[in-house]
């Protein structure tokens, strides 16, 4: 049987095609029977052609620049001491 975890574990090796027979059998059958993980194969799949459109624009300076002091800001609260 297939869980939730076994199904993302092999999400990778599944979306390569790089399972065996049996086991992409099994990952299969349990994406039919579970909405949500069969949902979390859709985005993953959707995710690289998803950022691919996303850097075919460029963002406004304006918006960088305040982005970029914000990461400043923040990342700056990480840092121990």
């Known amino acids: 049987m297939t869980t939730c975890k076994d199904a993302i574990t092999l999400l990778l090796d599944y979306v390569d095609g790089a399972l065996p027979p049996d086991v992409r059998g099994r990952l299969e059958a349990h994406f ?4 949500p993980c069969e949902e ?3 985005s993953y799949k959707a995710t ?3 950022c691919r459109k996303a850097l075919e624009h460029s963002m406004p ?5 305040k982005l ?3 990461l400043k800001k923040e990342l700056g609260k990480a840092k121990p001491g």
């Open 40 to 42: 979390f194969l859709q």
């Open 48 to 50: 690289p052609g998803l």
């Open 68 to 70: 970029s002091d914000f």
């Open 32 to 35: 039919g029977d579970c909405s």
């Open 61 to 65: 300076d304006s918006v960088a620049n």
